[in-house]
């Protein structure tokens, strides 16, 4: 049982890690310049801003569950 | 980091943090959170109505990864979060109109914080005994313990009134395979209206009303309810979002961000649930309402929303 916690520890943190590796990048890749044409949508379109925003936050909830997923998958298998 | 569209300045590490904090509350207990997140953004510096919009786009992408783990453990009945939404958002735009009369009458703060703290109290008295005399019959008489989806049927110590309202001849009955539940189409109307009349009146998803009468009123199994009030929350909270974006007061990057650490946070909260009973869940739950009370009398006794 105890072993069990502490892999399930050990693959949680690997995970972690590799996450935030990967969540910095899309902050500076994907984010900054998402930012200039976003405030403009909003400022001049607000209905398409509006649908933007909605398609945005399930989207990358939908990516973002896949790859955590994933990654979870690969480190349990590896640390098995 | 700026962003521009709220014109403030907050740390992204703090946002996915708290993201990462309401996640795992979210995915634990079907809620969307509102109450720690709202606060947090106006710490920051986030004008109101900025916070609010916000913070519902955030709950959308928090419910969405919270949902699917949910849904991938079977905790999820889309026939009933489809038919709950209908009255939610029926529920929510009467909230809202509520807000706009009590507006003209000038007394809205008053009134809205009496009642919410009303709400919050009463909610967690009653989960508290429930829970509590629950756990006890369990202790004194022990069920054989079972795996799968059987694992998943719940005991309530108020069973019997939920039996009766399940027994209520309203037709349409409608019959909902998922949850093992056959009730009156009127009945799951009327919490969900009741549930969006809260969310549009005190603000937030109203996750902490939604939850608790999903299981006591409707006598949906506590694990079903958190995955089906997360499903549900998705379609009210869009919505809430969209009619937010399109007043303005909506930053999409800000909750995007938050969501970054929400969809960590979600899934632990979500897996976390498998090692708990639905007594137990429901015990761990009730001290939600009361930080919200507790925040509401802050903001009475200061003068000022945090």
């Known amino acids: 049982m105890k072993t069990e916690t502490i892999k399930t520890l050990k693959a949680f943190v690997v995970e972690l890690a590799i996450y935030a590796v990967l969540v910095v990048g899309y902050f500076f890749l994907v984010l900054r310049f998402l930012g200039g044409w976003l405030h403009q949508l909003e400022i001049h379109h607000r209905y398409t801003y509006a649908g933007v925003a909605i398609l945005l936050i399930i989207g990358q909830a939908v990516v973002l569950e896949n790859v955590t997923t994933l990654l979870l998958r690969i480190i349990r298998g590896r640390t098995e | 980091m700026f962003f521009p569209i709220s014109n403030s300045h907050i740390s992204p590490i703090y946002l996915a943090i708290v993201g990462f904090l309401i996640g795992i509350l979210g995915g634990f207990f079907g809620v969307g959170g509102s109450f720690i997140a709202g606060p947090a953004l106006r710490v920051m510096g986030m004008d109101w109505n900025f916070a609010v919009g916000t913070d519902l786009a955030h709950i959308v992408g928090k419910s969405v990864v919270a949902a699917k783990r949910h849904r991938a453990l079977g905790n999820v009945d889309l026939k009933l979060g489809l038919l709950m939404a209908v009255g939610t958002i029926g529920g929510a735009e009467c909230g809202a109109q509520l807000i706009q009369a009590l507006k003209r009458a000038g007394n809205v703060n008053f009134v809205v914080s009496i009642v919410s ?20 019959q369990n202790k004194r008489s022990p069920r ?20 009766s309202i399940q027994r209520l001849n309203f037709p349409p009955m409608i019959k909902l395979p998922v949850s093992g539940v056959t009730i009156s189409l009127w009945v799951i109307i009327l919490v969900s209206f009741v549930g969006g009349l809260f969310s549009g009146f005190l603000g937030g998803g109203a996750g902490y009303i939604r939850m608790p009468s999903m299981v006591y009123v409707l006598g949906i199994p506590t694990h079903l309810a958190v995955g089906t009030d997360l499903f549900e929350i998705i379609i009210s909270a869009s919505y809430g979002t969209f009619s937010h974006a399109i007043k303005g007061n909506v930053d999409i990057l800000i909750a995007l961000v938050m969501n970054t650490g929400a969809a960590i946070g979600a899934q632990i909260g979500a897996i976390s649930t498998q090692y708990f009973a639905g007594p137990t ?13 507790a925040i509401v009398i802050y903001t009475l006794v200061a003068g000022h929303n945090l």
């Open chain 2, 117 to 136: 703290i009303a709400v919050y109290v009463s909610i967690s008295t009653f989960m508290i005994w429930e829970s509590g005399k629950t756990l006890l």
């Open chain 2, 144 to 163: 054989e313990k079972v795996k799968g989806a059987k694992s998943k049927q719940d005991q309530s110590a108020f069973q019997h009134v939920t039996r």
């Open chain 2, 281 to 293: 869940i429901r015990l761990a739950f009730v001290p939600l309402p009361l930080i919200g009370a």
